[in-house]
């Protein structure tokens, strides 16, 4: 055969190769042959210089012989055995080497001579979606704003004001006559101004206080507040099965010592809390306040002594459910109302047999009583942007356990931060509500002469050891017996305050003044005296109070879902965070499909089957790991941030959940499920775009599924991340770890060569891998009548058609991940959720 049959005219001298492979009269599908024959087969021409830098570079050339096979070129088809190029129809697309044309997607508009499918049908559905989910939320946001719109004149109707002042006074809560003598009134206004305004709204509670009031009579039609309170002990009755609210707690040489520390921090320390009564745990910092109150409360397991509830006893933890715990920093979720804070919490713990109507009612009542129905529709805001006054904020921390029914109520330093009226206000519904049964115990400090007078019961400790316990009357004399003089015009609680403290020597200038002394002159005053009796229980009343505690508490799948709705709620009322993370995905799809947008839709180059091999242009194995890597990256950075948001920033409602009987798997799912419609939105953001732009050979369903799960992936390793580190910490720790399982996807160092590291198994725990081998997968197979798909496979270490198996280890992957999450969040910080 003459040279010019291999050559063009002015390329001579260089030497003829004919493959003896090629046997056929015409090319195999996706390359054209347009001279080829029986009698004149194809051959291959070595390239000119030209061609040569082409082919290296990852581009064609022309044929270098008028009987060279060449790939089809992009925009055409041509079928085995191809004379000429047939253009691409309308309605296809034709890449590099097709020997068909492919159908477009229904959303694109492809032209004859097409290359890629650049379908916009997902994004126009993406644009529909936002558009309804914008319109959804300017709905639901004016529906709020009218509902909370009233008429001024009954804004001014509804408003009730207390105008007596001096409420507080002595120790019986006597009220000031409501007419008085001019004179006489402005006389003790000007006297308790420092303490309380004249005016001030009261609480429902402190209708209880009215002397004449009788929580077991008919209260009969005496009013808005009677009525509410009669519904309210109604309501009490029902849950706890019985007229007695309130719990009996007995304690005898009660000891608390650290596992590392060489002196308890709690010794000797014995008594008895009877129900009914308000009372006040005092001393100084730490004496011990905090550790007595959780061995009561059950938080704390004592290394010694016995403790009784009602006279039986047992593990304190049993009765956590009938046992409300209010923290000194207010822990409410401050994207919900504060019906909201509340509700959600009868709904958890109330008996399971109890329906939404009735859930619903004692809820109404409660608010009433709590005087926060004018702000019940009112967000609850952070303390760094409030939205109610300190005051509210405290009855709604209050109301998040009277709204479980608690048969006693303990409380750490109610009234700190609050001004007078509100501390006054807060005192006044402790004190109604002991009135009630309820036995309610107080960490207080240094509290004013008003609120100390509001006291019925005191337990005063000191390094540990009890200094004295009874009746906050009888403190005074008690101390001045011992040899304290207190001032005449002063505080009695500052003076104690300072006894206690180790300063009693301003009191006492001669004898001894310490805190050893008050300890023994205590020890030697208690010795065989009656500190508060036995209470004895019946086996009937213990065996309906163990019947009330087993049916507190909604069944745990009913937990999950309102979980899963206070979740919804949260981020429907967190709209700038769920916006910004469809945003983000956006962007980043964008980001990643121009940086693939070049590629026209040819996202892999390999060998081509023999026996066109000669003909390869420069191979671009990794160019499919690429584009994944690309993708996990971005991921990473759309869901890292928002993923550890999740329990991140709410440890402390969970911890204060999880210490009421909260079911903590019921806690953990409903906040999981929750996220699933914002990884499918965001998801949907970040593949729409990214496909639009990239066009690559998966299809966009495959994409979409592949990408979904490495969200859930990253989702739960953020929730891993938010366990083990700091609140602020948390988004940095979570982006680096995205990155790092990112970056592991075998795309460089290549999974066949960490397998000769013997660390693969590093690689294939890591969801980067799966999802680069679902890429890998689905964007080769289509491409095995062209290339030599097994030399990739073999350079690169990943298998080939096992795109269900990654979607499976995917979904493992994360559920593994958030196993581990719901681990921490269980048995880390375990003492704080007793």
Known sequence: MANSTCYQAGAIGLPIQTASSWTSTGCSQGFFCPNNTA????????????????????LTC??????????????????????????????????????????????????????????????????????????????????????????????????????????????NYQELEAFRVQGEEEADIAMEAAFAPPQRKRTGFEEIMEPEFNAEQELGDTGKLSSDLQLFVQSMSKCIGGEKFGLNFEYHDLKFQPDKSKKPVLSQVSGCINSGSLWGVMGASGAGKSTFVNVLMGKTPHTGGETKVNGVAGNMSRFKKIIGYVPQDDIVLPELTVRENILHSARIRLPYTWTETEIQNHVDILIRCLCLDHVQNSLVGSTAAPVISGGQRKRV????????????????????????????????????????????????????????????????????????????????????????????????????????????????????????????????FSAGRDQGGSSNISVVEMAS??????????????????????????????QESFWFEMGTGAMAGGLIGLSEESQKGQNFRGIFNEPYSLLSSAIGYTSVPQMALLVGLAIGLTAAPSGVKIFGEEKLVYWREAAAGHNRFAYYMGKVISTIPRMVF????????????????????????????????????????????????????????????????????????????????????TPGTWLAEAYFTENLQPLEYLYNIDDAVTSLGYHLGKYSLDMWVLLALGTAYRVLAFAGLRFMDRHKQR
């Open 62 to 171: 022309e044929p270098q012989g008028v009987l060279e096979p060449v790939i089809c070129t992009a925009g055409y088809y041509c079928p085995k055995g191809a004379k000429s190029m047939i253009k691409c129809p309308a309605g296809h697309y034709c890449p590099q080497g097709s020997y068909k044309p492919l159908l477009c997607g229904r959303g694109a508009r492809c032209s004859a001579g097409s290359v890629q499918n650049m379908d916009f049908l997902p994004l126009v559905i993406l644009i529909i979606l936002d558009l309804i989910l914008v319109s959804v939320v300017v709905l639901i946001g004016c529906g709020s704003r009218l509902k909370k719109w009233r008429p001024r004149q009954q804004k001014r109707a509804n408003r009730k004001t207390y105008t007596f002042p001096g409420r507080l006074r002595g120790n």
């Open 39 to 58: 009698d004149a087969l194809p051959e291959y021409c070595p390239p000119l210089p030209d061609c040569q830098v082409a082919r290296l570079s990852g």
């Open 397 to 524: 921390s209050i109301g998040i356990e009277l709204a479980a029914s608690p048969s006693a109520i303990f409380l750490d330093e109610p009234t700190s931060g609050l001004d007078a009226t509100s501390a006054a206000s807060i005192m006044t519904t402790l004190k109604a509500l002991s009135r009630l049964g309820i036995t309610v115990v107080t960490i207080i400090h240094q509290p004013r002469q008003e609120i100390f007078d509001s006291l019925d019961s005191l337990v005063l400790l000191g390094a540990g050891r009890m200094i004295y316990q009874g009746p906050q009357i009888h403190m005074q004399p008690y101390f001045e017996q011992l040899g304290f003089t207190f001032p005449k015009h002063g505080n009695p609680a500052d003076a104690m305050g300072d006894i206690i403290a180790g300063e009693g020597r301003l009191y006492k200038p001669h004898g001894d003044a310490t805190v050893q002394g008050l300890i023994d002159n205590w020890q030697n």
């Open 682 to 765: 965001a998801n949907l953001h970040f593949t729409t775009i990214f496909f639009v732009l990239t066009t690559p050979r998966i299809s966009w369903f495959a994409a979409f599924a592949a990408n979904l799960l490495y969200f859930y992936c990253i989702y739960g390793l953020a929730s891993c991340i938010s366990m083990v580190c700091r609140r602020d910490d948390g988004p940095l720790l979570a982006v680096i770890a995205s990155l790092i399982v990112g970056v592991l996807n075998g795309m460089s160092p290549t999974l066949a060569r960490t397998s000769t590291w013997h660390v693969l198994w590093l690689w294939r725990a």
């Open 545 to 574: 109070l163990n019947a009330t505690i087993k049916s507190r508490g909604a069944r745990w799948y009913f937990q999950i879902y309102f979980c899963f709705i206070r979740s919804i709620v949260q981020q429907f009322r967190l």
